[in-house]
């Protein structure tokens, strides 16, 4: 009787989750299908699922036209800078932070998911009479600036988790076999809170691709859009073309759900291994 109600429960929770799946891949799904559709098609009938005839003339447009790519080049180059710049700096200043100033980083840590708090729109003005001041308005380095100035404390919170988590005799028998603080640090220290560094590196990446409203503000070029401001500039024309904004997001959403399909793994248990008690 146990058993039964154990694979009875079993089964119940597996056709839950298999029915939550459904309805969260759904939209995917429409909108991976409504990008192969002619534009004649999507407008006749916009809740139809299979498309009648398949063509690749939206992204063609999209690509070819619209110079598509290009944007996504933009939003990589930014997002990809900004995460190799954040984690260096941050895994350096948590690491000082737990070892050398603990009482500080706690007071630190708490200043920082307090401000966190406010929105990101309250420094809109100020930044731009910044970039404007010193000439890095529209420019691909002026956001990089604005991005690490919220993505370095952020990776530095996560982070000081992680490092708290290496025993500090580890480091002490290193050292008394004649390794200095780099060393330590390098050789040691990094390859143990890797899957830490790896989870905040992907979250970082994450918030500077999806981020709009300073690449909105700050940048006016069509040349060096992002994707988010794109998709949304697809959005906001006269004549909206639901073919261009299918392929758009088609090409946007579905590597990142790939990327994020293959390295889940690595972001659960790295942000279990920071976990502290």
Known sequence: MGKLKSKLGNGICHI???????????????VLLSS???AGELSANPTSILPKKFTLENFTHVINDLNFIENI?????????????????????????????PKVGNIMSKALVTMYLFPPILLAIPYSL??????????????VIVYL????????????????????GIEEAARVDGANKVQV??????????????????????????????ALILINSQDL???????????????LNWGDMMAASTLVVVPS????????????????????K
């Open 149 to 168: 100035s919220f993505s370095v404390p952020y990776a530095v919170w996560m982070l000081v988790g992680f490092f708290k988590t290496v025993p500090v």
């Open 16 to 30: 839950y989750l298999i029915v939550l799946s459904v309805i969260a891949f759904f939209p995917l799904l429409w």
């Open 73 to 101: 080049s933009n939003s990589l180059w930014i997002a990809i800078l900004v995460t190799i710049i954040a984690i260096v700096i941050s895994s350096m200043a948590a690491y000082g932070i737990v070892r050398f100033f």
């Open 257 to 276: 759900v790939i990327f994020f399909m293959i390295i889940q793994n690595k972001i659960a248990g790295g942000m279990s291994d920071g976990a502290v």
């Open 130 to 143: 910044v970039m404007a001041k010193i000439g890095l308005t529209n420019t691909r380095i002026g956001l």
């Open 36 to 38: 192969v559709k002619s």
């Open 185 to 214: 640090f390098v050789r040691i220290v990094l390859p143990l809170v890797l899957p830490g560094i790896v989870a905040t590196a992907i979250y970082t990446f994450i918030n500077a691709w999806n981020e709009f409203l300073y």
């Open 225 to 239: 859009m992002t994707v988010s401001v794109k998709l949304r500039s697809l959005q906001g024309a006269e004549i």
